[in-house]
C-alpha cells in the first residue's frame, strides 16, 4: 500500500465522518462547520489525485465561497441555530432503503460502464486553457449551462430556506 492510497483512504473516511455528522447533528452552525470539513477533504482527493487546479478551485469557491453565504444564510434568519425536528421510524426506514438502492445505482453504473476511464487522460494535468474552454463553453461536454443552472439552483435553495425560517409562527 503506498502513500497515496494511505492519505486517500485516510480522506476519504472524514469525508464520510463529516457529511454523517454534518446531516445528523442538531445545530446549523455545527453542521456548517462539518460541511466545510467535508468540502476541505473533497479538495484534499483533488490534490491527491494530482488535479491542482481543481483542488485549489474546489478550496477557493467551495470551501469559501459558498460557506460563507451558507454561515451568512443562518445568520441571517435569527433563529436560534438548533433544529429540533423528530424523524420517525417510518421515515427513516425510507430514508435508508433510498439510500441503500441509491448506493447500489450508482455502483451498478460505475462497475458496468467504464466511462471515467474513456473521458479522463489518467496521470495527466489538463492545462488551464482547456478547462477554461470546457467551463464556458456551449457545445457537447462543456459545462456553462449546467453551471448556471446549479447557480439558480443554490440561490433558490437559500431564499427558500431563509423564507422558511423567518416565517411567522
Known sequence: MSLFEIAFYVVAIC?????????????????????????????GVYAILGYTFLSAVQLMVYAGGIIVLYVFSILLTRSSGTMKYRVGKGKM????????????LVMFI??????????????????????????????KYQFV???????????ASMIGSIMIARRKR
Not at 464520510?16 to 445528523?24: D, K, L, R, Y
Not at 426506514?93 to 447500489?104: C, F, K, N, P, Y
Not at 449551462?145 to 440561490?155: A, G, I, R, T, Y
Open 93 to 104: 426506514t425510507s430514508v435508508l432503503i433510498t439510500t441503500i438502492v441509491g448506493m447500489a
Open 15 to 43: 469525508i464520510i465522518v463529516f457529511s454523517v455528522m454534518a446531516v445528523t447533528t442538531s445545530s446549523i452552525l455545527r453542521s456548517a462547520t462539518y460541511l466545510l470539513f467535508v468540502l476541505l477533504s473533497t479538495g
Open 110 to 139: 460505475l462497475t458496468t460502464n467504464n466511462f471515467a476511464h474513456n473521458i479522463i487522460p489518467q496521470g495527466i494535468e489538463l492545462p488551464v486553457k482547456q478547462i477554461g474552454h470546457a467551463l464556458i463553453g456551449t457545445e
Open 145 to 155: 449551462l449546467p453551471f448556471e443552472v446549479l447557480s439558480v439552483l443554490l440561490l
